[in-house]
């Protein structure tokens, strides 16, 4: 019973390296999320994706990038990390919009630029 | 627009003492109401969800929190709590139509032996 997974854990890179963080669920969620959480102020949505094919900019998009190439899966990239973007990323997934739906979430991936 | 706020960052209670906290949103429209946990090291988890109906809501873990409108608070409660409740509590809103949800900061629960 997978649910949400997250690859990968931890990640330290050097400023200016690009890199992608992987989402899985199995849960055939059409809505899928990337937050990323830092001490004191909660989880800020950076992308969203409501379906297959579709990607939407969330509260901090800047120096992010998203696909959903398949239903199953989100990825999100860094193409030039900086050291602001030290955090810990969720990926999170819903059955349907409305916002009454719960949403699930993945273990995190700690990620750390130098 | 929605904004959450959790009024406390940590709360320490002594083991097997009762423990309340507080979330309070800005908007009065229609909104449906959670209450996440996080355990260290880990995602966040669903401990309880308010829609419509009874304003008083029972999650998991023997938890509950009473939505109250006038006020526009969602205060999540335990009668009783145990060291492994040891974690931190996020409450989220989202408004009726909406799918995106407005997260507080988040309150740490520190139980003392």
């Known amino acids: 019973n997978a649910g949400v997974t997250q690859t990968p854990k931890f990640r330290v890179l050097k400023t200016g390296q690009s890199m992608t963080l992987l989402c899985a669920q199995d849960?055939?969620?059409?809505?899928m999320y990337w937050y990323r959480q830092d001490p004191g102020m909660g989880l800020r949505l950076i992308h969203y994706s409501v379906g297959e094919g579709t990607t939407a900019k969330g509260e901090v998009p800047d120096g992010y990038n998203v696909s959903r190439l398949k239903k199953q899966n989100f990825l999100l990239g860094l193409e030039s990390a900086a050291p602001s973007q030290t955090s810990v990323y969720f990926c999170?997934?819903?059955?349907?919009?409305?916002?009454?739906?719960?949403?699930?979430f993945g273990d995190g991936t700690r990620l750390s630029i130098l | 627009a929605q904004s959450v706020t959790q009024l406390d960052s940590q709360v320490p209670v002594f083991e097997e003492a009762p423990v309340e906290l507080r979330c309070n949103y800005s908007?009065?429209?229609?909104?449906?109401l959670f209450w996440y946990v996080q355990y260290p090291n880990q995602g966040l988890q669903l401990l309880l969800k308010y829609l419509s109906g009874s304003t008083l809501v029972k999650g998991i873990n023997g938890f509950e929190a009473e939505f109250n409108k006038s006020q526009t608070s969602f205060h999540l409660r335990k009668p009783s709590v145990h060291i492994s409740d040891t974690a931190e509590y996020f409450c989220?809103?989202?408004?009726?139509?909406?799918?995106?949800?407005?997260w507080g900061a988040g309150t740490k629960l520190i139980i003392k032996p």
């Open positions: 849960m055939n969620h059409e809505y």
């Open positions: 989220a809103v989202s408004d009726r139509g909406n799918y995106q949800l407005i």
């Open positions: 999170a997934s819903s059955y349907s919009s409305g916002g009454n739906q719960p949403q699930h």
């Open positions: 908007s009065s429209v229609s909104v449906y």
